[in-house]
């Protein structure tokens, strides 16, 4: 893993935390009542307050029937929830299914940008990990359900072509070509449409097609 990745986190840990510094919920938001008390809805509405890591967690899964404003829920949690993700959590994928669900490409720039240099940080500091805190397999397939594309994260892998991530590779390859060859989407937790689904999955497939092809003979 190259030093410069681990650092390239840490910087974009540290420009999100700074552009969603003192972002709360709207004071009237109070949340689906049968999965959250008010005591932890009244924390959202308090900038900068630290939050219980499983609150943290549990607010970015939901899907936006839980919240007045889910948007403004994430943006609240973002600054301890990119730490949760660069640490290793369960299910990152509905996670990420929260970050498409809030729409964030079409937050202001800096927001926006904040957000994706994270997601492209996350993705290339795991790429060079022998063993990622998260699977290569399952923080992929969360970037690619936040954004609805497989696109740029497949031109990251192809960018940073070294022993680690030629493992990953090979390990998400046999993972995904099972999925594949049933017409089978390996993004259990995707938001986009099913159009943009359709696209990402085949788009996957032609390029391990090329990149690692299934072993026929075990077919």
Same mark, same amino acid.
Request: overall charge negative; proline content about 7%; some cysteine.
């Given at each position: ?7 390239? *986190?840490?910087?974009? $840990?540290? /420009? ?9 919920? &709207?004071?009237?938001? $109070? ?8 005591? #932890?809805?009244?924390? =959202? ?5 630290? @939050?219980?890591?499983? =609150? ?17 829920? $994430? /943006? ?5 929830? %990119?730490?949760? =993700?660069?640490?290793?959590? +369960?299910?990152?994928?509905? %996670? ?19 957000? &994706?240099?994270?997601?492209? +940080?996350?993705?290339?500091?795991? *790429?060079?990990? #022998? ?7 399952? !923080?992929?397939?969360?970037? !690619? ?21 030629? /493992?990953? @590779? ?9 999925? =594949? ?15 943009? #689904?359709? +696209?990402?999955? /085949? #788009?996957?497939?032609?390029? @391990? +097609? !090329? ?9």
């Amino acid at each position: 893993m190259s030093s410069s990745d681990a650092q390239a *986190l840490q910087s974009a $840990i540290a /420009r999100v935390a700074e552009v969603f510094a003192g972002m709360t919920v &709207g004071p009237d938001e $109070i949340g689906c009542q049968r999965c959250y008390g008010p005591a #932890e809805v009244a924390l =959202l509405r308090v900038a900068d307050a630290v @939050l219980p890591v499983d =609150l943290v967690a549990s607010v970015a899964q939901e899907t936006p029937d839980h919240w007045d404003d889910q948007p403004a829920v $994430i /943006r609240r949690v973002l600054p301890q929830l %990119v730490v949760v =993700l660069a640490q290793g959590t +369960a299910s990152p994928d509905m %996670v990420a299914r929260g970050l498409a669900a809030a729409c964030w490409p079409d937050w202001p720039q800096p927001q926006a940008q904040a957000l &994706g240099g994270f997601l492209e +940080a996350w993705w290339t500091w795991t *790429l060079g990990q #022998e063993t990622p805190p998260t699977s290569a397999r399952e !923080v992929f397939e969360s970037c !690619v359900t936040a954004s609805s594309s497989v696109t740029p994260w497949l031109e990251l892998w192809v960018a940073h072509e070294q022993p680690a991530a030629d /493992r990953h @590779l090979s390990e998400c390859a046999a993972w995904w070509w099972d999925d =594949l060859d049933q017409d089978a989407s390996p993004f259990t937790c995707w938001w986009g449409s099913d159009v943009q #689904e359709q +696209a990402a999955c /085949r #788009e996957l497939a032609d390029w @391990l +097609a !090329v990149r690692a092809p299934r072993d026929d003979g075990d077919r």
